[in-house]
C-alpha cells in the first residue's frame, strides 16, 4: 500500500516594483515562510527604470508576459484545489498583476495585497475578485487589499505623468471588495520587519486582516495637488509642435493620440490570440501535472482514469492522447482542467449530470421551470438544461472574460456583441435574467419550437441559439448530455 501523499503547502507570491533590484524579496520571505506550511517565492522581471516605466507603449507587455510565464509555472507547481496562493505586488508589479489577472480570467489565485500601487481604479475590481478563491476553495471570496502610504508621491507622479497608471497606491482604490488601509508612510517603508509582521503575517498566514486605528483620518500633504497639473496634455501638446515644426510626418491629434495609446501596441485580435495561447499554456501545465509524470504513479493512473470518464460523460469519442494535444479541444481541456482540479464536493462530482449536486439540480430545474412557463415541451426543456451544463456547468457565476467576449452565467451570454449585450454582468449572472434572455431567443427560433424529437431540440438550440465553435461535434456532446439529464429532470 502506498504511502499517502504529504499536503503541499500553501504559497506566497512576491512581485516587484521599478528602479529596484527587489531586495525586499530577500529578506520579507524569512519573515513569511513557514516550513512545510507557507513557501515563499519571488517573481522577477528585471531592471525597469524611469523611461522604461513611463512609456506607455514599449515594455509593459512584455513584462506582463514574463511574470504571467512564471505565475503560470507556480500555479501548476501549486495546484489551485490543494493550495492557497496570495500575492503581494508593490510599485510596478500591482500594475502588472492586475492587468494579468484582467487578461487572464482562468488564472485562479487566492488572496491579492497591493502596495504602492499604480493599478488603475478604473480597472474592473469585480473580475478580478471573482478570480480569487477563500481558503475554503470559494470562488469570488479571496480578499483584495490595498496598502497605501499617504507620503508616498510616486503614484500620484505616475498617473500624471503617464498613460494607464493611477495614484492607488496613495488614495486608495475606494471600489466595493477592496479594502484599502492608510498607512503614514513613504513608497517603500512598507518593507520593514515591524510592518510586515504586523500587517502582511497574518494576511498570508491566516487570510487575516490588521485595520489601521483611524485608517480613513490619514491625509497625504496638501502639496501632492501641485502634481494634479495635466503634465501628460502638455508632454503630448509638445510632442505635437516638435512633429508639426519638423514636418516629419502629417498626423492630426487623433492620429498622434491613437498611435502613443497604449491599445495601439495591439488589435483586439492580437491580445485574444496571446490570452488564448497563455490559458493553454497554463491548462498543459496543469494537466501535466495531474495527469503525467509530475505525479506518483498510484495518482497518475488514478488521474488518467478520471480523465478517460470525462470524456465519456461528455461525449467525447477520442483518446485521451489526441484530447491533450489536439489544438481543437483546447476549450475543452480548460473545463476539464477545471473539473478535474475543482475541489470535491460532499455530494458527489459537481459536473456530472448523473450526480448533480443539490445546487447544479436546483439550477437545472429553474431552466426546466422557465420554458415550461413559456410553452415550450419536454424535449425544448431537456434540450436547454443540456446546454447549460456545456456552457457552464450550471455555475450562474461562471465568467469568461477575453478581450474578444465577455460571457457570464448559466448560459455564458456575451456582453460584446452576443445575447448579453446591453445587460450588466450582475444581471447576467442573476439566474433567471439569465434564463429569460434564452427563452425570449428560443422564441424566435422556429427550428428548436417546432422540434419533435430530444436530438432536434438540441440540434436547434446548438444550431440557432448559442452558436458555438464545432457545431457538429457539440451537437453530438450536448446530445449525449441530454440523454442523461432527461434522467434527472
Not at 45 to 64: C, E, H, M, S, W
Not at 386 to 405: G, H, Q, V
Amino acid at each position: 500500500m502506498s504511502e499517502p501523499t504529504a499536503k503541499k503547502p500553501d504559497v506566497v507570491v512576491l512581485v516587484h516594483g521599478i528602479r529596484t533590484r527587489a531586495h525586499w524579496q530577500r529578506t520579507v520571505p524569512g519573515w513569511l515562510a513557514i516550513k512545510g506550511k507557507l513557501d515563499v517565492v519571488p517573481v522577477s522581471y528585471g531592471y525597469v527604470g524611469v523611461v522604461g516605466f513611463l512609456n506607455p507603449v514599449l515594455g509593459r507587455r512584455r513584462k506582463a508576459e514574463n511574470v504571467l510565464k512564471q505565475l503560470n509555472e507556480i500555479r501548476a507547481e501549486y495546484p489551485a484545489n490543494e493550495c492557497h496562493m496570495s500575492i503581494i505586488a508593490h510599485s510596478f508589479g500591482t500594475y502588472l498583476v492586475t492587468r494579468i489577472l484582467q487578461e487572464n480570467s482562468y488564472l485562479i489565485i487566492g488572496d491579492l495585497l497591493l502596495c504602492g500601487s499604480v493599478a488603475p481604479d478604473s480597472q474592473d475590481w469585480t473580475k478580478i475578485r471573482n478570480q480569487t478563491q477563500n481558503r475554503a476553495r470559494e470562488r469570488g471570496k479571496g480578499l483584495l487589499v490595498n496598502d497605501c502610504g499617504s507620503l508616498d508621491i510616486w503614484p500620484v507622479m505616475a498617473r500624471v505623468a503617464t498613460w494607464g497608471f493611477d495614484s492607488t497606491g496613495t488614495y486608495g482604490i475606494r471600489k466595493n471588495g477592496v479594502i484599502d488601509r492608510f498607512h503614514p508612510i513613504r513608497h517603500s517603508e512598507f518593507f520593514q520587519k515591524d510592518f510586515v509582521d504586523k500587517y502582511w503575517k497574518p494576511f498570508v498566514d491566516r487570510s487575516d486582516v490588521v485595520l489601521v486605528e483611524d485608517s480613513d483620518k490619514i491625509e497625504s500633504p496638501k502639496w501632492f495637488g501641485l502634481f494634479e497639473l495635466p503634465i501628460k496634455l502638455i508632454l503630448v501638446a509638445v510632442l505635437i509642435a516638435l512633429v508639426a515644426s519638423t514636418g516629419l510626418a502629417r498626423k492630426s491629434l487623433t492620429d498622434l493620440v491613437a498611435h502613443f495609446s497604449p491599445q495601439a501596441s495591439s488589435s483586439d485580435q492580437a491580445r485574444a490570440e496571446i490570452n488564448r495561447q497563455n490559458e493553454e499554456k497554463f491548462v498543459d501545465a496543469i494537466l501535466q501535472a495531474v495527469l503525467g509524470t509530475g505525479s506518483a504513479a498510484s495518482t497518475r493512473l488514478d488521474n488518467q482514469a478520471k480523465a478517460t470518464r470525462w470524456l465519456e460523460q461528455h461525449g467525447l469519442s477520442v483518446s485521451l492522447g489526441q484530447f491533450l494535444t489536439d489544438p481543437n479541444y483546447a476549450a475543452q481541456r480548460v473545463q476539464m482542467m477545471r473539473d478535474l482540479t475543482a475541489k470535491p464536493q460532499d455530494n458527489g462530482p459537481s459536473l456530472l449530470p448523473s450526480a448533480l449536486p443539490p445546487e447544479k439540480l436546483r439550477m437545472a430545474k429553474l431552466i426546466a421551470a422557465k420554458f415550461g412557463d413559456a410553452g415550450f415541451g419536454r424535449n425544448q426543456q431537456i434540450a436547454a438544461v443540456a446546454n447549460a451544463i456545456a456552457e457552464s456547468n450550471l455555475d450562474p457565476n461562471m465568467r469568461l472574460n477575453t478581450p474578444a467576449e465577455n460571457a457570464v452565467g448559466l448560459f455564458l451570454l456575451n456582453s460584446r456583441g452576443g445575447l448579453g449585450t446591453g445587460f450588466t454582468i450582475e444581471q447576467l449572472a442573476d439566474p433567471e435574467t439569465n434564463i429569460g434572455i434564452v427563452v425570449q431567443q428560443a422564441k424566435k427560433v422556429p427550428e428548436f419550437t417546432a422540434a419533435n424529437s430530444l436530438e432536434d431540440a438540441v440540434t436547434a438550440f446548438v444550431r440557432f441559439i448559442e452558436k458555438p465553435a464545432n457545431i457538429q461535434s457539440e451537437i453530438a456532446r450536448r446530445t449525449k448530455i441530454a440523454k442523461t439529464v432527461e434522467q434527472l429532470i
